[in-house]
Structures are given as C-alpha cells and as structure tokens.
C-alpha cells in the first residue's frame, strides 16, 4: 500500500522540488516526478537576479514565467528564491556597484519591479539568501573566494542592508511569506545563533520576516546532533520553517573513484528518515512551510557539477526511479 503513495499524498505539509522550467518541458519523466510528487515548486535559477535582469534596467521574465505557468496548471505553490544573493551568478552590472546610495536604490527598484510582477503568483520568497558567513558574521569581504566575483553588498551596504530588503519586499508583495534562507546551519552553532538572534531581532523591531529557510545541502555523514539542534533552535523563533534545499551526499569526500554500494544507500536511506521525521516532530504543524528537495533526480542534480565528482543525493535515480532514500522520505512522514 504505501509503495502507491506519492510524497505529496503521503505528506501532512508540502513537498517541494528544484526544478528548471526548461526540463520541465523536454523531459516527460522529470515533469512526471514533478506533477505527482510535489505540491510546491522552486526554480533553482530561473528566478535569480541573473537570469531576471541579466543587463541593468533589463527585466526578462519569459522562463520565470513558464514556471509559474506550469504550476498554475497544476496547482502547485510557488516559492521564489531569490531576490538577494551575494553570490548568485549575480549580474554582473549589479557587482560592479560600490556607491551605496546607488546600490540600495538599485537593489529597492528590483525588489519592487520583480515582487510586483509575481504578485499573487509566488506564496513565498527567499528575500536574502546566504547574507551570514560561517562564523555568524554578516558577510563584507568577499574578495577571498578564487576564481569567482562576488557581491559584496553588506561591505557597500553595512550589515542592516538585510532588514531593508524585507522591508522592501513587504511593500512590492505584502501577500508573500518572506523568508530569510541560508546553508550550514546545521554543522556551524555561531552561524545557527546569529540567525536565530537576527530572526528575533526583527521580530522585535517589527521587520516583516515570516520564515527561515534550512538549506541541508548536507551527506550521510553530517551528524544526527546538529540537524536537530538546528531545526528545534530554528523552530523556537515561531516563525515558519522551510528546509529549503535538501540533498543527502553519498560521496562526502569527493573521491574520483567513487563507487556507489547497498551500504551507501541504507546510510542515505535512514539520513533522508531522521531528517524528515525529526522536522515533523520538531516543528509545530503551524510552522510547517514543508520540505523541499533541491533538484528532482541524481541525473539532473547540481551537487557533480558543484562537487567536480560523481554523487547520488537526491530521492530518485536518474532514471526516476525510487531509491531506498525516498522509501526513507516517506518512512519520516
Ligand atoms: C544552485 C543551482 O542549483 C545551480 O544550478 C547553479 O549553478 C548554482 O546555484 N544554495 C542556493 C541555491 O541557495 O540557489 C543553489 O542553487 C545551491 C546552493
């Protein structure tokens, strides 16, 4: 009886997944997975500043669109990641400004134009994503990352500029969850407090934020400790919890030579078990936003072309078939 069970039937709160609008239309199976399984959707870069407004004052929303189209279609909820990003393939035009009154109203003006746009057609946006380093530290120097550009928009800004953009979108969409998201949580306790201290900050001075995003782009071997520790701290904020991005790696170490074996998809299996069921139990039914999956099948998964080795982390092989982990998403619920 449960092998007939999809995530979406089998699940008290929402099941999302990554996707690329582009996929979505050539790829029949992954638009399968994707109808049957999920009940929320995110676009893994459709709907970033680089792809929305590639050339500064350019605004192109035709793939973005698609994606709302389709989940119109099928009636799935849209979540928009991301308004704010230091990293994104950011645009380029938009790296390249150092004076901040420019940077704030620029930054103001997109908030504004891209909220309107997708009024009433996303539930929820990730309005800043990853502002706050390792050691909890709101990021200013990101000049230390070789081979990539960064945006250092809290050196231009100063560390507050997180607050603004909320605010901002709080005026462009006052419908939408806002949603503050970030990676490592998990595995880095100052990283956790200062989100946690921020939320609370906030709240308290009436910053309109009504959720925090757990990324879990974690392995099996990231301890069962911290991702407890962080969904109960996350939790304790009252805000509404999303874990946001969630793969399981196979090949933590990155080996060349890596082989996958039964072992490693019983240690996925059960990882995938304590992630959602600890989520379940720990979150209260009201702060539930849901558990989204980054990505749809290990074929399409970004975390080889991000790791530069083979990995296997997501609930379906890339032939769409289930794998143990997804047996082990559905033994959580
Ligand atoms: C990733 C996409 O999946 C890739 O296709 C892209 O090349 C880089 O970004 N944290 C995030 C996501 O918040 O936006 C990232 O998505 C994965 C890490």
Redesign the pocket.
């Known amino acids: 009886r449960v092998s007939l069970q999809t995530l979406a039937d089998a699940s008290p709160f929402p099941i999302g997944f990554?996707i690329?609008p582009a996929r979505i239309l050539s790829n029949a199976p992954y638009r399968q997975t994707v109808i049957q399984e999920a009940t929320s959707i995110t676009a893994?870069?459709a709907m970033?500043p680089s792809r929305i407004s590639p050339q500064k004052g350019v605004y192109n929303f035709d793939v973005a669109d698609q994606l709302i189209e389709f989940a119109r279609s099928q009636k799935k909820r849209v979540h928009g990641?991301?308004l704010v990003?230091y990293i994104?393939?950011s645009p380029n035009w938009l790296k390249q400004i150092r004076d901040s009154t420019e940077l704030e109203t620029t930054l103001q003006t997109y908030i504004q134009t891209v909220g309107t746009h997708f009024k009433g057609k996303v539930a929820s946006w990730?309005v800043v994503?990853?502002a706050v380093d390792n050691q909890g530290i709101i990021r200013k120097d990101s000049l230390n990352m070789v081979g990539k550009t960064l945006f250092n928009v809290g050196k231009v800004l100063g560390h507050d500029y997180v607050a603004r953009m909320f605010q901002y979108a709080h005026k462009a969409d006052p419908d939408a969850r806002l949603f503050y998201?970030?990676?490592g949580q998990e595995t880095r306790p100052a990283k956790l407090a200062a989100i946690v201290n921020m939320a609370a900050d906030f709240k308290r001075r009436g910053v309109p934020i009504h959720g925090l995003?757990l990324?879990m782009?974690i392995s099996i071997n990231t301890p069962n400790e911290g991702i407890e520790k962080a969904i109960q701290k996350l939790a304790e904020t009252g805000l509404l919890i999303h874990i946001?991005?969630l793969d399981i790696a196979v090949n933590p170490g990155k080996k060349k030579d890596f082989l996958m074996t039964q072992e490693l998809l019983e240690k996925q299996y059960h990882k995938y078990k304590f992630v959602v069921s600890t989520y379940k139990k720990l979150v209260p039914a009201s702060q539930q936003f849901g558990i989204t999956l980054?990505?749809v099948d290990d074929g399409t998964?970004?975390i080889p072309?991000?790791c530069q080795c083979e990995d296997a982390a997501l609930p379906f092989d890339a032939n769409f078939g289930k794998k143990r982990a997804y047996q082990g998403f559905l033994d959580g619920l």
Request: charged share 25%.
């Open positions: 990554a690329s893994d870069v970033k990641h991301t990003w994104d393939t990730d994503n990853e998201n970030d990676y995003g990324q782009h946001s991005e980054w990505g998964s970004w072309s991000f």
